[in-house]
């Protein structure tokens, strides 16, 4: 299994030491997301990545179809794939926090599956008809791996049957991975791909501590977000005990998409404990706890059939979560 880390830019000198920090460490990627009303420009922050590294892949983690035109996007991760060497990766989801901060929706899935077939023609230099008109990046010749991230049953089984990998942020225990990389296998056969052609990366919320609930209490504002984001919509088909449900609807009306992922005493951090989620989000979407809990949790993610675990480090001691893991999961694993 491979290894990634999603580093929030709000600091473009500390992103190139993290990105490098994390490279030393045996990490194989480094992503960022893009939200433009919370942190620095994505292109510009890959930018400091690829220059600071030699060896890791990276890419969005992810970007959305509504503030990227296709042929912006796709300008904007060749150029970081030829300023790395080859090393740039795409990753898309339907939109998180930089649309909502917009007032904005998330994308349809017809118009999310229009954009990633638009880009894999534009990365390879070609024209392509899009939303009734023909677009174009000539100057591109790119085989940039296409990731889109993921959680319901029709997105994930949509990403079985164009992705490259899909970032599954539908949960970390053994049940709910079983039941999404059935959903990527299944789009895979319906659009006739060999089964595996989508790679499986599973995201998750993470932070290393001496004591269980420390590691978990700092990062109680990150399991809100994954309940919000993961659970929106719908719960059809998305694993989520009765007896919670109630409550996981509550979340939705009450995250304030304009703290998204802020450390701190936010009304987000308030929220799991509020509304009794803690427990459940932190074994659904973390793997948060000691160095050895760490690590069993990362062989369970591996044993499910994962090919690539991507950690978002958000903690007061950033640099120390990202050394922490590296050395005693990574290394160990």
């Given at each position: 299994?491979?290894f990634?880390?999603s580093?929030?830019?709000?600091?473009?000198?500390?992103?190139?030491?993290?990105?490098?920090?994390?490279?030393?460490?045996?990490?194989?990627?480094?992503?960022?997301?893009?939200?433009?009303?919370l942190?620095?420009?994505?292109?510009?922050?890959?930018?400091?990545?690829?220059?600071?590294?030699?060896?890791?892949?990276?890419?969005?983690?992810?970007?959305?179809?509504?503030?990227?035109?296709?042929?912006?996007?796709?300008?904007g991760?060749?150029?970081?794939?030829?300023?790395?060497?080859?090393?740039?990766?795409?990753?898309?989801?339907?939109?998180?926090?930089?649309?909502?901060?917009?007032?904005?929706?998330?994308?349809?899935?017809?118009?999310?599956?229009?954009?990633?077939?638009?880009?894999?023609?534009?990365?390879?230099?070609?024209?392509?008809?899009?939303?009734?008109?023909?677009?174009?990046?000539?100057w591109?010749?790119?085989?940039?791996?296409?990731?889109?991230?993921?959680?319901?049953?029709?997105?994930?089984?949509?990403?079985?049957?164009?992705?490259?990998?899909?970032?599954?942020?539908?949960?970390?225990?053994?049940?709910?991975?079983?039941?999404?990389?059935?959903?990527?296998?299944?789009?895979?056969?319906?659009?006739?791909?060999?089964?595996?052609?989508?790679?499986?990366?599973?995201?998750?919320?993470?932070?290393?501590?001496?004591?269980?609930?420390?590691?978990?209490?700092?990062?109680?504002?990150?399991?809100?977000?994954?309940?919000?984001?993961?659970?929106?919509?719908?719960?059809?088909?998305?694993?989520?005990?009765?007896?919670?449900?109630?409550?996981?609807?509550v979340?939705?009306?009450?995250?304030?998409?304009?703290?998204?992922?802020?450390?701190?005493?936010?009304?987000?951090?308030?929220?799991?404990?509020?509304?009794?989620?803690?427990?459940f989000?932190?074994?659904?979407?973390a793997?948060?706890?000691?160095?050895?809990?760490?690590?069993?949790?990362?062989?369970?993610?591996?044993?499910?059939?994962?090919?690539?675990?991507?950690?978002?480090?958000?903690?007061?001691?950033?640099?120390?979560?990202?050394?922490?893991?590296?050395?005693?999961?990574?290394?160990?694993?």
């Amino acid at each position: 299994m491979n290894f990634g880390v999603s580093l929030v830019p709000d600091d473009l000198g500390e992103l190139a030491t993290r990105a490098k920090m994390a490279e030393d460490l045996g990490f194989d990627y480094v992503g960022v997301p893009d939200s433009q009303s919370l942190w620095p420009e994505l292109y510009v922050s890959l930018g400091v990545i690829a220059s600071a590294t030699e060896r890791v892949h990276l890419g969005p983690t992810v970007t959305n179809p509504l503030t990227r035109h296709p042929a912006v996007a796709a300008s904007g991760i060749a150029s970081i794939n030829r300023l790395s060497g080859g090393r740039a990766y795409f990753g898309i989801g339907s939109g998180d926090s930089a649309i909502l901060n917009l007032g904005l929706r998330p994308a349809k899935l017809a118009d999310l599956h229009e954009y990633m077939q638009a880009m894999r023609t534009l990365l390879a230099g070609e024209s392509v008809d899009y939303k009734g008109r023909s677009i174009h990046v000539k100057w591109s010749n790119n085989q940039i791996p296409l990731v889109m991230s993921a959680e319901g049953p029709r997105t994930l089984a949509m990403a079985g049957g164009i992705a490259d990998a899909v970032i599954v942020h539908s949960g970390l225990t053994k049940d709910v991975l079983a039941d999404t990389i059935a959903r990527i296998r299944e789009g895979e056969r319906a659009a006739g791909r060999p089964e595996g052609s989508t790679k499986v990366w599973a995201f998750a919320k993470c932070n290393i501590s001496d004591n269980h609930d420390d590691a978990i209490d700092e990062i109680k504002m990150a399991l809100a977000a994954s309940g919000h984001h993961a659970f929106r919509h719908t719960l059809e088909g998305k694993n989520v005990p009765e007896e919670l449900q109630e409550a996981v609807r509550v979340l939705q009306g009450e995250y304030v998409t304009s703290e998204h992922e802020q450390l701190g005493e936010t009304r987000n951090r308030a929220l799991s404990d509020e509304l009794g989620l803690t427990d459940f989000l932190a074994e659904r979407f973390a793997v948060a706890g000691t160095p050895d809990e760490c690590l069993a949790k990362v062989q369970d993610i591996r044993d499910a059939g994962v090919d690539n675990l991507l950690i978002l480090a958000i903690s007061s001691q950033t640099d120390d979560l990202i050394r922490r893991f590296g050395e005693q999961v990574i290394a160990r694993i």
